[in-house]
């Protein structure tokens, strides 16, 4: 099985991991940076851009059935790319994170910072 990673980073370790022991994923395809860069900047306007959807479904031509895809992004995009990939019986995912928030004061200053940790990887799934 192949794993294709639409994210705007690249898979850790861990999730690597994952995707060998969970879903026998052998190989991770990233998509190549001009379409990662449209990925990640998908315009604010009132309708998503078909020009980049269709990239996106180009690049998951030579998918198969059973195939993954780890895919998170701007929320109307992501909606059309799953819609797609369970249509095309191919295994969508997304990220499952535990966020661990810090926070340090100074006077009337006050700095958080998050630290994101995967827990696991979750199937997008039509509602019953």
Known sequence: ????????????????????SKYNCTKIIYPAEELKAAWSQIPAVDRIDRNVIRSVTDWLDGAEKGDVLIIQGEFGSTFMIVDYALRKELIPLHAVTKRVATEKRDGEKVQRQYIFEHVCFRPYEYYD
């Not at 980073?9 to 991991?17: C, D, G």
């Open 1 to 20: 099985m192949k794993a294709y990673c639409l994210l705007n980073h690249e898979l850790t370790e861990n999730q690597e991991k994952e995707l060998s």
